[in-house]
C-alpha cells in the first residue's frame, strides 16, 4: 500500500451498512468535517428537477462551461447526499472546466432497484432537454460517479442505448461496482480492506436489490452486449474488492468496440483519493478532471 495512505487507515471510523441511519449520520459527520472546497470561478446552485418523484440536483458551473457532467456520489447506493458530495462536485467541475450536476437520487434501502437509476435517468433526460437553457451543448453531456455512482452511471449509459437515449458523450467511472455475483479475484480476496470489504458490499447489494433479482441495468457486469456505448474512463484501485470488475468491464467494452482507458491506481484502496494530502490522490483527481476536459472538447 502506498505508505501515505496507509499512515490513514488506523484512523478510520468502522465502515458498516447494516444500519443505514447510522452510518448516514456517521458519513456526514465526516463530510462535515473536511474542509470546504473551493468554488473560486464557480457558479453552485440547487435546482429540482421534475420528475416522479422530484429530483434535487446541485449544478456547479464554471466560467464559458460548454459540456456537462451528470455525477452520482458513491456510498453503496445506501449513503450521501448533495452535502456530503460538494466536495467531489466542486473539485471535478474546477478540474474539467464542465459543469457538474449532481443528482440527490433516491437512497436504498428505503428506495431499492430501480429507484436511483430512474432518478438519475431523469436528470440525465432533463439535462439533454435544457441544454440551451444551461447554456451547453446538447452533444457534449457525460454521466459519470465513484463506486456505487459509478455503477448508476454505467447502468444509465446502458439504458440510454437500449432505449435510443439521451444521447451520451461519455462515462467516466471510477471505481465501479457492477457485479452481485461477488466472484471475481479481487472480490474473493480482499475481504477486509480498508473502508470496502466483504460485508459492505454484500450490505450494499441487499439493501440495493432488495427481494429483486439482479438485472443488467443493477449490476451492468451482466450484460451480454456492450457495443454501442459510449466512450469511458475507468479507474480502479489496487487494494479493492471492485478492482477486477472494473477491468473486466473495460477489457469487455474494448472487444466490443468500445474506445476505453483504463486506470489501475498502485497502492490504493477503495476511496482513498479522499486522503487528498497524498500525492497519488492528487493524481487520481488531476485524471479525473483532465480526462473529463478532453472527453467533451470540440
Do not use: C
Amino acid at each position: 500500500m502506498d505508505p501515505e495512505l496507509e499512515a490513514f487507515v488506523p484512523l478510520f471510523p468502522k465502515n458498516d451498512l447494516a444500519d443505514p441511519v447510522a452510518h448516514r449520520a456517521v458519513y456526514a459527520e465526516l463530510a462535515a468535517a473536511k474542509p470546504a472546497p473551493d468554488t473560486t470561478g464557480l457558479e453552485v446552485e440547487d435546482l429540482t428537477v421534475p420528475a416522479d418523484p422530484d429530483v434535487p440536483v446541485r449544478i456547479y458551473r464554471p466560467e464559458r462551461a460548454r459540456g456537462a457532467v451528470v455525477w452520482m456520489h458513491g456510498g453503496g447506493w445506501v449513503v450521501g447526499t448533495l452535502d456530503t458530495e460538494d466536495h467531489w462536485a466542486a473539485r471535478i467541475a474546477a478540474a474539467s472546466g464542465a459543469l457538474v450536476i449532481s443528482v440527490a437520487y433516491r437512497l436504498a434501502p428505503e428506495n431499492p432497484f430501480p429507484g436511483a437509476l430512474d432518478d438519475v435517468h431523469a436528470v440525465l433526460a432533463w439535462a439533454a432537454e435544457h441544454a440551451t437553457g444551461l447554456g451547453i451543448d446538447p452533444g457534449r453531456i457525460a454521466v459519470g460517479g465513484h463506486s456505487a455512482g459509478a455503477n448508476l452511471a454505467a447502468a444509465v449509459a446502458l439504458r440510454a442505448r437500449d432505449q435510443q437515449g439521451p444521447p451520451i458523450r461519455f462515462q467516466l467511472l471510477n471505481e465501479p461496482i457492477l457485479d452481485d455475483r461477488s466472484q471475481t479475484w479481487s472480490a474473493r480476496n480482499f475481504t477486509d480492506t480498508p473502508w470496502n470489504t466483504s460485508a459492505v458490499r454484500a450490505a450494499a447489494w441487499g439493501h440495493y436489490l432488495g427481494s429483486r433479482p439482479a438485472t443488467v441495468y443493477a449490476a451492468p457486469a451482466r450484460a451480454t452486449d456492450l457495443s454501442g456505448l459510449p466512450p469511458a474512463y475507468i479507474a480502479t484501485a489496487e487494494f479493492d474488492p471492485n478492482r477486477d470488475e472494473g477491468i473486466d468491464y473495460a477489457l469487455r467494452l474494448l472487444r466490443a468496440g468500445v474506445s476505453v482507458e483504463l486506470h489501475q491506481w498502485p497502492g490504493t484502496f477503495h476511496g482513498s483519493q479522499a486522503i487528498l494530502s497524498a500525492e497519488v490522490s492528487q493524481r487520481q483527481i488531476t485524471a479525473l478532471g483532465a480526462t473529463l476536459r478532453r472527453a467533451l472538447a470540440e
